[in-house]
């Protein structure tokens, strides 16, 4: 069983950052960060695993970074110049194991679950 708990979420003007942490127990091999808008599917933002391999989603590569810091047991994610459409709850997910990279951001292979921080950006 792995607990998850995010922090860092809020109410930003466009063009303003925002950190994200996950406080991860025990810490797992994979950790990643998702959102979901009010009417929309969850998708995946960035992914960061064990061995240092990090994935972004490809439209939010510029201006999001994720990091984890094993000795913290924490993953973050650092987002900049925020838009309103980066308004969503924000989940950080876990698994102990997932063999494809390619499947790093994808929702069905994460099987703990955070209960999600607010990001609203107003324009």
């Known amino acids: 069983q792995v607990q998850l708990v995010e922090s860092g979420g809020g109410s930003v003007q466009a063009g303003g950052s925002l950190r994200l942490s996950c406080a991860a127990s025990?810490?797992?091999?994979?950790l990643a960060w998702f959102r979901q808008a009010p009417g929309k599917e969850r998708e995946g933002v960035a992914a960061a695993a064990h061995d240092g391999t990090t994935i972004i989603q490809v439209s939010m590569k510029v201006r999001f970074t994720i990091s984890r810091d094993n000795a913290k047991k924490t993953l973050y994610l650092q987002m900049n110049s925020l838009k309103p459409e980066d308004t969503a709850l924000y989940y950080c997910?876990?698994?102990?194991?997932?063999?494809?990279?390619?499947?790093?951001?994808?929702?069905?292979?994460?099987?703990?679950w955070g209960q999600g921080t607010q990001v609203t950006v107003s324009s």
């Open positions: 025990p810490f797992a091999r994979h």
């Open positions: 997910a876990a698994d102990l194991f997932i063999a494809n990279p390619e499947l790093y951001l994808t929702t069905e292979e994460y099987t703990y």
